[in-house]
């Protein structure tokens, strides 16, 4: 059996929020047992005018390949009401997306590896950051912590109250 790869997921919902946002928990938790989750952030929506989203970045290790990760994720998302067919920019009732796997670079399965968006977008990078503040981009070699301090479009977002399986995992500030 190979090693467990550590993996970073990007959860994000605009519609139903914290029920789909639960959903995900539940079925990540089903699937890799002990999650690293992030606070939860709440963030305009980026690229079309629509409801704010709750966004939060989860850590696993697994030893599935970047395609099974993908297609299970997928499949999680049809399950909640994610169409397929929908536009890339368009409200959401559930979107995962793999941040990194491991130290992996370039195309695997049909998928970007780290995905760009965790140097764009502040709902990316500010809870990868939170859980991950050591870890090294697998390009730029910077910190997320290191990245997210250094990070200044003007993106909004700030944490939220939000429990799940009886555990805080984050609260407003005030």
Same mark, same amino acid.
């Given at each position: 059996?190979?090693?467990?790869?550590?993996?970073?997921?990007?959860?994000?919902?605009?519609?139903?929020?914290?029920?789909?946002?639960?959903?995900?928990?539940?079925?990540?938790?089903?699937?890799?047992?002990?999650?690293?989750?992030? !606070?939860?952030? =709440?963030?305009?929506?980026?690229? /079309?005018?629509?409801? #704010?989203?709750?966004?939060?970045?989860? *850590? @696993? $290790?697994?030893?599935?390949?970047?395609?099974?990760?993908?297609?299970?994720?997928?499949?999680?998302?049809?399950?909640?009401?994610?169409?397929?067919?929908?536009?890339?920019?368009?409200?959401?009732?559930?979107?995962?997306?793999?941040?990194?796997?491991?130290?992996?670079?370039?195309?695997?399965?049909?998928?970007?590896? !780290?995905?760009? =968006?965790?140097?764009?977008?502040? /709902?990316?990078?500010? #809870?990868?950051?939170?859980?991950?503040? *050591? @870890? $090294?981009?697998?390009?730029?070699?910077?910190?997320?912590?290191?990245?997210?301090?250094?990070?200044?479009?003007?993106?909004?977002?700030?944490?939220?109250?939000?429990?799940?399986?009886?555990?805080?995992?984050?609260?407003?500030?005030?």
């Amino acid at each position: 059996m190979p090693d467990q790869v550590p993996v970073y997921i990007s959860v994000g919902s605009n519609i139903d929020r914290e029920r789909y946002v639960k959903a995900a928990l539940d079925a990540l938790a089903g699937w890799f047992g002990e999650l690293e989750i992030s !606070p939860v952030y =709440e963030s305009e929506a980026v690229g /079309f005018d629509g409801s #704010p989203f709750l966004n939060l970045v989860v *850590g @696993v $290790k697994t030893n599935l390949a970047v395609g099974e990760l993908s297609q299970h994720f997928k499949q999680l998302e049809a399950e909640n009401g994610r169409r397929p067919e929908a536009p890339k920019f368009s409200a959401r009732t559930l979107d995962l997306d793999i941040l990194t796997y491991g130290e992996a670079v370039g195309r695997l399965d049909g998928v970007e590896l !780290p995905r760009s =968006e965790i140097l764009k977008n502040a /709902f990316v990078l500010r #809870p990868l950051a939170d859980i991950a503040p *050591g @870890v $090294k981009h697998p390009i730029c070699r910077k910190s997320y912590l290191e990245l997210w301090q250094a990070y200044n479009t003007g993106q909004k977002l700030w944490p939220v109250n939000f429990s799940w399986q009886g555990r805080v995992i984050s609260t407003a500030v005030c």
